[in-house]
């Protein structure tokens, strides 16, 4: 089975509507799994029926029951994170500051407190509109653990593969290279890093094929906006000489990329032009991983 990872160093660079082009094309032939947790957004293209939902859960969050609460205060004295106000008299947890250490909890005189495990997310197995199953999920706001989330994400989609026969999974990850990027990664075959050509772009570029490196992934790249900075171009075109990453598209700026997600579409359903172009992309991707 192979995983076909998209990621970016940096949000905007347009990996979630490249991703869900890529879902497009491949079909029923492939399972999607959507990564980027903390953010997703493909669902809003592909369209998913929610079908199957579980709850997440992940670390603890301090309870005070306020029938055995005196208010001594030692709780909010002891916690660093100032994570137990006081409100209308009464010592409150607040569950986004909380981060569940349960030393208040140690120290509570009348055992008011107590931890429980939070559910921090929900993740889902849907049906979508391309004939095949897509394994996504959602992430509470300020919610932590995202990238334990990413990992079910991932272990639910290669079950899925495997009871469907499929031996393909595309990932779109989270940008950046933080937990959940790594999560991402692991047990890749193949990254496609999605790259623009500005400052940021390709210093973030550069950050996250450090991450791909170190993981041993061959990896392929993919300039988006291709023609908003010709010297920025070039630039990206040595690093990825240097480094051996595989150039499989430049894409130019198109107005046509904002109009299809407007309406619910993929570019590759939208204009044929930018279709054939992602097109020939893809289908350079599915070589790369098979010489994988």
Known sequence: MKEIVVISGKGGTGKTS?????AVLGGKNLVVADCDVDAADMHLLLEPDFADTEAFFSGELAVIDQDL?????????VCRFDAIPVIDGRYIVDEIGCEGCGYCARICPTEAITNIEQQ????FKSS?????????????IGADNSGKLV????????????QEGKNLILVDGSPGIGCPVVSSLSGASLAVLV??????GLHDLKRVHQLVKMFGIKAGCIINKADLNA????GIRAFLKEEDITNLAEIPYNEAFTAAITNGQTIVEWDSELAEMVGVCWENIKQLVVTE
């Open 18 to 22: 490249l991703t869900a082009s890529f």
């Open 69 to 77: 609460c005196t208010a001594c205060g030692d709780c909010a004295n």
């Open 120 to 123: 921090v997310g929900s993740w």
């Open 128 to 140: 979508i509109r391309t004939g095949t199953t897509m394994i996504h999920a959602r992430l509470k």
């Open 151 to 162: 990992t079910k994400v991932k272990d639910q989609a290669k079950i899925v593969a495997e």
């Open 195 to 200: 790259t623009e050509p500005t400052v940021s």
């Open 231 to 234: 010297e920025v171009l070039a």
